[in-house]
Every structure is written in structure tokens, then in C-alpha cells.
């Protein structure tokens, strides 16, 4: 049959479709990553059959999520314990914590728009890993400036929740986005309070390595499930390079607003609720105080209660114009910093308050923010 009786037949595809069979004809179905690992046949793409995005997916994802980023919090309630440990005064430990945070805006910057490159199964799989083997470092290293180092490179490595954000805005329908982010954004803010609440219960009944290994076990475990659960799905930009995706960025920051307001508003709060964190250690360890470690981590359990309203406010931005969500985050940001600032040295009450109210709020103006780029 010739192709011009053959186009009679099934009519010429308009240049949008050429354009989506072109680009799903470079990715046929891999199935393996690595060119070794084979990709179990349910979980390999199939643009005529999309992945279904359920219930029991999304919370597998913000599960991955709450696993993942605990590895940058671990080390919060345990500076006082490392202090000990290393011979170090308190100043010199609390670098650990900031040296992971940079590790981690170095990632978000260098490593996240790989997402837009590659296949992200591979990465993501690829990034646990390369965590795993990095926490065995923090395990036994003896020495503070080798701790300080593999602490910034955990902190390079663990964007998988940024990778599986925009993984699960593609592949969760339009009407659910916010929800479908809202459950990934709470697993991530569970990630940040249980890393605090296991790191101090198991500091204060034993040595605080023991807490690594413990790290070293659940990424094998995060690994092992990303491998039989997660999706595959084909790069989205064959045309790019690493360099004009990173220029890209540079454009964005001058040349899209709602990006330009987006993160000056997480840069603030960010830098606000992180401080509210690692500082809560020296806080709740001094006068008029004196907690164990055991006690400050359990601070992290009221800041879980935060966490699960999360479905509940990805609700509500799915019915609010995102920006509000953001507005009414940042004045509940704003009332309970003021509060911590009035009373926090003087009344554990003030302080329970505000780790409640900082997580609900952030985790409100996280999945306001990512909803509004997204769309």
C-alpha cells in the first residue's frame, strides 16, 4: 500500500502528533536502567497506555520523600552529642548543619534540572545510591573536617523529593496536581520532624552513630522500593543540553515574575524556619530548659501534627487561587515567629505553639508556590 493510500486511510497527523510519535519513537519502552538493570514490564512507559497515578503511588512517593530527606536532619538534635564527640565547641558543630543545607541548595541548583534531561527513574535511583555509600562515610569517619565534608555531598545528593514533585505534577491529573504535590510536600516536611525525633531518641540510649547506620539500612530500603514501585517516564527535552538548562535558569530569574517572587519568598522563609530548628537544640539543651536529647527530638512529634493537615491543604488550594494560599501562609509564618521571638526563652508552652504552627504554614506556602510555577 502506498504511503499516500495508507494516509487516506488513517489521515495525515497533525504536527503536534508527529512531533509526540517522533519523541516517543527515540525512547520505545526502555527496559532497563543503565543499559543493565531491567525495569520490571509494569512500571516501563507506554505513551498509548498512561501510568496511572492512584492513591497508593502518590503516597508511595511522598513515603520516598519523608525516607529521603530525613538524611539532612539527622544531625539536629545530635550537635550537642558531636560536640563530645569531636572534642568541638558548639560553634564549630553547628557548621554540620549548615554545611548540609548548602550541599543541598548546591544540589537543588546543579543536580534538580537533570530532571528535565534524563529519564528520571534512573536519576532518582542513581541519587539514593550515591546517598547510601555517603552516609557509610558519616558512620565511621573519626574525624570533623571528613564528617563536615561527606555532610555537604549528603546534602548534593538527597533532591529526590524535588525530582519526584515534578514527577508526580506530570503524571497526577490536572484537577488533583495540588493534592497529588500536597501529599508529596507532607512526606517531605514528615521526613524533616521524624529525622529529629529518631536522631534524639537514639542519641540519648546510645552513641550517635548508631543513628547513621540506622540511615544506611533505610536508604537500602528506599532503593529496594523505588526499584519495583517507581514509574518510568521518558526524558521531556531532547533538544537541551545541561548548559542551556542551566542557562535557562539564569533566564527565568530575570524574565518569568511568578518564578522571581516564588523563591525570594522561600529563600526568606526557609531561611527562617531552619534557623527556628537548628537553633531549638541550644535552646531547649540550655537555661532555663536543660532537656535531654532524647526530649528535644521528641519536639519533632508536634511538629508532625502540622504535618498531617497536609491533604487537607492540598484541598485547599486546589479551590483557592494559589497565590492567597501563599498570602495567608506567609502572615501565619510572620505571627509565629513573633511569638518564639516574645516568648520561646521563657515558656516551653510558646514553643510547642510555634512548632505546630511553623510546619502547618510552611508546608501551606510550599504547596501553594509549587502549584502556581507548575501550572
Known amino acids: ?33 543503565f543499559g543493565f538493570l531491567p525495569i520490571p514490564k509494569r512500571l516501563r512507559h507506554d505513551p498509548d497506555k498512561p501510568f496511572y497515578f492512584g492513591l497508593l503511588l502518590n503516597a508511595s512517593f511522598g513515603f520516598a520523600s519523608t525516607l529521603t530527606v530525613a ?37 537543588l541548583i546543579l543536580i534538580s534540572p537533570l530532571g528535565d534531561l534524563v529519564r528520571r527513574r534512573q536519576l532518582v535511583l542513581l541519587l539514593i545510591f550515591a546517598s547510601t555509600v555517603l552516609t557509610i562515610g558519616l558512620a565511621i569517619t573519626p574525624n570533623l573536617r571528613a564528617f563536615e565534608a561527606i555532610c555537604f555531598l549528603i546534602g548534593v545528593v538527597n533532591v529526590t523529593p524535588q525530582i519526584l514533585l515534578t514527577l508526580a505534577s506530570d503524571l497526577a491529573p490536572p484537577e488533583r496536581r ?16 521524624i529525622a529529629r525525633v ?7 540510649f546510645n552513641t550517635w552513630r548508631i543513628v547513621y547506620y540506622m540511615a544506611i539500612g533505610v536508604q537500602c530500603f528506599v532503593l529496594a522500593g523505588a526499584y519495583f514501585i517507581l514509574p518510568d517516564y521518558p ?28 523563591a525570594l519568598v522561600n529563600i526568606a522563609s526557609s531561611a527562617c524556619y531552619t534557623a527556628f530548628w537548628v537553633t531549638l537544640t541550644f535552646l531547649l539543651g540550655g537555661p532555663p530548659y536543660y532537656y535531654s536529647t532524647l526530649n528535644i527530638g521528641l519536639f519533632g512529634l508536634v511538629g508532625m501534627l502540622g504535618v498531617l493537615v497536609g491533604p487537607l491543604i492540598g484541598r485547599v488550594v486546589d479551590r483557592l487561587v494559589p497565590w492567597y494560599a501563599t498570602l495567608v501562609a506567609m502572615i501565619m509564618l510572620l505571627a509565629f515567629q513573633a511569638v518564639q521571638a516574645a516568648a520561646g526563652g521563657i515558656s516551653v508552652a510558646a514553643v510547642i505553639i510555634v512548632c505546630f504552627g511553623l510546619d502547618v504554614a510552611r508546608q501551606m506556602q510550599q504547596v501553594s508556590l509549587t502549584t502556581a510555577v507548575l501550572r
Do not use: W
Open 198 to 204: 529518631l536522631a534524639g531518641v537514639i542519641g540519648n
Open 71 to 107: 538524611n539532612l536532619y539527622y544531625c539536629q538534635p545530635l550537635l550537642i552529642e558531636f560536640s563530645k564527640s569531636f572534642d568541638a565547641t558548639y560553634d564549630q558543630v553547628s557548621v554540620i548543619a549548615t554545611l548540609i543545607q548548602a550541599g543541598y541548595v548546591t544540589g
Open 1 to 33: 500500500m502506498s504511503t499516500s493510500s495508507l494516509e487516506t486511510r488513517v489521515g495525515t497527523p497533525s504536527l503536534e502528533q508527529r512531533a509526540v510519535t517522533v519523541e516517543d519513537g527515540r525512547h520505545i519502552v526502555p527496559s532497563t536502567d
Open 178 to 193: 495540588a493534592s497529588a504535590l500536597s501529599m508529596v510536600v507532607s512526606g517531605l516536611m514528615f521526613g524533616v520532624l
Open 235 to 262: 526524558a521531556k527535552n531532547h533538544d537541551l543540553t545541561y548548559f542551556k538548562i542551566m542557562f535557562s535558569m539564569a533566564k527565568y530569574a530575570v524574565t518569568e515574575p511568578l518564578v522571581v517572587q516564588s
